[in-house]
């Protein structure tokens, strides 16, 4: 059984900088391509950014070129989300995902999910 756990969400300024984290046990996270996606209250979830099995390949939405960073510490099974320049916009739930096949931007190809981490920023 794979189990993702994310910690490191909270309340930031605008303009401030969390770093997210999750824990991947149960396999080797070098098993799986590796994506964070978020949900606002009444918005579909949407994708953030994905990474390869290798952290050669990477994927950013839009919304967050340039100001998120996706990494990842195979050796430790970790995966890390570091988010600057937060806007009040971001605030959402923040899930990260395993996927076997290799990054989607779609979430219905990933297999597993954490149980989120909520980030907030206030204006």
């Known amino acids: 059984q794979v189990q993702l756990v994310e910690s490191g969400g909270g309340l930031v300024q605008a303009g401030g900088s969390l770093r997210l984290s999750c824990g991947v046990s149960?396999?080797?996270?070098?098993?799986?391509?590796m994506g964070w996606f978020r949900q606002a209250p009444g918005k579909e979830r949407e994708f953030v950014v994905g990474?390869?099995?290798?952290?050669?390949?990477?994927h950013y939405a839009d919304s967050v070129k340039g100001r998120f960073t996706i990494s990842r510490d195979n050796a430790k099974n970790m995966v890390y989300l570091q988010m600057n320049s937060l806007k009040p916009e971001d605030t959402a739930v923040y899930y990260c995902?395993?996927?076997?096949?290799?990054?989607?931007?779609?979430?219905?190809?990933?297999?597993?999910w954490g149980q989120g981490t909520q980030v907030t920023v206030s204006s």
């Open positions: 995902a395993a996927d076997p096949a290799g990054i989607s931007r779609s979430h219905t190809w990933y297999d597993y």
């Open positions: 990474i390869s099995r290798s952290g050669y390949s990477t």
């Open positions: 149960g396999r080797t996270v070098n098993t799986y391509a």
